[in-house]
Structure formats: structure tokens, C-alpha cells
């Protein structure tokens, strides 16, 4: 499975598309599956990281630096040259700098891994990356879109994401890292189902999500050349980061994958509370989570032959 990993993350895709499509009333109960198996697939992949390395991770000031440097400093403005199009449509605008703006701190990390990319530094950057989001958000969505706009955002799913995926599954990994015999034997186990948990994930995501997109798709396909290119130019300026940095190569890998990744299943909750001018707002994050996780299955295989 491992060795045909893509392939199924692919299937998988195009299966929660099928059945999301045909049923609408898988939706629901596949929606409140996603933050479980997310959960559990952080779990395995926290097993795989030795939390020696986590301490370590955080005083890798030069790969710190380079990962906030990119989603902090470099972001903005990419994402400020690539909405111009469609500034002037106010939902479209605010649903893509909600997501855009936002670095992911859940599924990147496994991606990471899966990549051969440095997943144990990536984890030590992940309270940081929430801190600092948390903080500078408010402000890029002021600066770029108005006061009105970030008086409406509530800021409780950023803490209960960082609750239920970080910080719940990171303890229970330790936990069994240190539990002896039944330990490792849960380790192995687990890594044996890293391929399935990830086909799990993404086929409950895109189940659930598909149908809200579907019948909007002619007011929605503006922003997919947004996300798809601010992925590209990402990825590029990433690797020149990650290389002019003198990273190490799992390093420049986790660096590619942070500036590209973004934080669309925490947001979508913000989003979803603002006022009812901005509904299409939340289907625009929607539609990147979806163009989000085909990149993410193409990258998983192109990232390792590339940054090498």
C-alpha cells in the first residue's frame, strides 16, 4: 500500500466525491467523522516522531525562522497579488484571505512525513504557528478587507482544533511510547495503517464537503486558479527559502509543505459564523480544501524527487 500510496489517496478522492455527490445525506454524519479520524491519523504519525527530536526541533531558530518568514512575511503579499481579480466580489475576497492566510497545523504534518520531510520539526513549530496566526490574522483580514469583517470572527475553533488534533493525540503518543511492550506493539500497528487512516481522512473530507460546492461551482471556479496558483508560486518560493537557508534536505521538504498548506478545516468554523453577506465565503474554503488535497496527494510524490 505504501509503495501505491497516491494512487489510493487519488481513489479515495474520487470516491468521496462519487458518494458525497450521490447521496446528500452522507454529508452529516461524514462531517462529524473528520476531527476523529484526523485526530487518530495525527496519533499514528506522532507515534513515528521521538519526542527527544520535538525539543530539539525548537531550537532550530534557522528553520523557525524560515518557516514564519514565509507564513507570515512572503504569504500576505502573494496572497494580496493573487486576489486582485477578484477583490471586488466581497465573498470571494473574504473566504479566500480567511484560508490563504491561515498556515495549516493538522494534515501538513503527516503529508511532511509521508514526503520524507522533517515532520518532527514541523510538530515543534505547530503551538507557534497557532500563537501567531491567532495573533496576526485580525490584522491582515483589517488591513485587507476592513474592521467589520474581523469584528465577526470568533476564535474558539482555533483553540479546540489545537485541543482535539495537536495536543490530545501528541499526549496519548507519548503516553504509549513509553508503556513498554504493548506500546510497540500499538506503534506497529499503527504504522501499518497510516496508508488506510490517510484514505479515511480524505475520503470523509471530500464526502462531506463535495455537495456544498457542487451547485455553486460557476460562482466558485474564480477562486480555483487563486488557490492553485498560490500553491505553485508557494512551493517555488519555498524551495528557494528552504535552499538559500542552507536547510537540511527534510527541512527544506517540511518548509515547502508549511508555505503551502493551509489551515481550511480550523477556519471553515469562523467562517461559517460570519453575517449571511458572506455565505459564499464559506464554500470558497471549502473549494480549497478540495484543490488543497489533490495538490497535496501530487506533492507527496513530486516534493521528494524535486528537493533532493
Do not use: K
Amino acid at each position: 500500500m505504501a509503495e501505491r500510496q497516491v494512487a489510493l489517496y487519488l481513489l479515495a478522492l474520487l470516491g468521496g466525491a462519487v458518494i458525497g455527490s450521490a447521496d446528500p445525506l452522507v454529508a452529516g454524519p461524514t462531517e462529524a467523522l473528520i476531527t476523529p479520524v484526523l485526530g487518530l491519523l495525527l496519533y499514528a504519525t506522532f507515534l513515528a516522531v521521538p519526542f527527544g527530536r520535538i525539543g530539539r526541533a525548537l531550537r532550530d531558530r534557522r528553520f523557525l525562522l524560515t518557516v514564519f518568514a514565509l507564513n507570515f512575511i512572503v504569504v500576505p503579499v502573494v496572497v494580496w497579488l493573487l486576489t486582485r481579480g477578484i477583490a471586488s466580489d466581497d465573498a470571494l475576497y473574504v473566504g479566500v484571505l480567511f484560508v490563504l492566510l491561515a498556515p495549516c497545523v493538522d494534515y501538513v504534518i503527516v503529508f511532511t512525513g509521508m514526503a520524507g520531510g522533517a515532520a518532527d520539526r514541523l510538530l515543534g513549530a505547530t503551538p507557534l504557528l497557532m500563537l501567531a496566526q491567532l495573533v496576526l490574522l485580525p490584522m491582515w483580514l483589517q488591513l485587507f478587507a476592513g474592521p467589520e469583517v474581523v469584528a465577526s470572527v470568533d476564535v474558539l475553533p482555533f483553540f479546540s482544533a489545537f485541543l482535539w488534533l495537536i495536543v490530545v493525540p501528541l499526549i496519548a503518543a507519548a503516553v504509549t511510547q513509553r508503556v513498554g511492550r504493548t506500546g510497540t506493539a500499538v506503534m506497529r500497528g499503527m504504522d501499518g495503517l497510516m496508508v488506510p487512516l490517510m484514505m479515511v481522512t480524505l475520503f470523509v473530507v471530500v464526502a462531506s464537503q463535495i455537495t456544498r460546492v457542487s451547485g455553486r461551482w460557476s460562482d466558485l471556479l474564480a477562486v480555483v486558479p487563486v488557490f492553485l496558483g498560490f500553491a505553485l508560486v508557494m512551493a517555488l518560493l519555498a524551495e528557494l527559502a528552504g535552499s538559500r537557508a542552507q536547510l537540511d534536505i527534510p527541512g527544506q521538504r517540511a518548509v515547502v509543505f508549511t508555505a503551502v498548506t493551509r489551515n481550511s478545516l480550523v477556519v471553515l468554523p469562523l467562517v461559517l459564523a460570519l453575517p449571511v453577506a458572506y455565505e459564499l465565503s464559506a464554500l470558497v474554503v471549502v473549494t480549497q480544501t478540495l484543490v488543497e488535497l489533490v495538490v497535496m496527494v501530487v506533492m507527496v510524490r513530486v516534493v521528494p524527487r524535486w528537493v533532493r
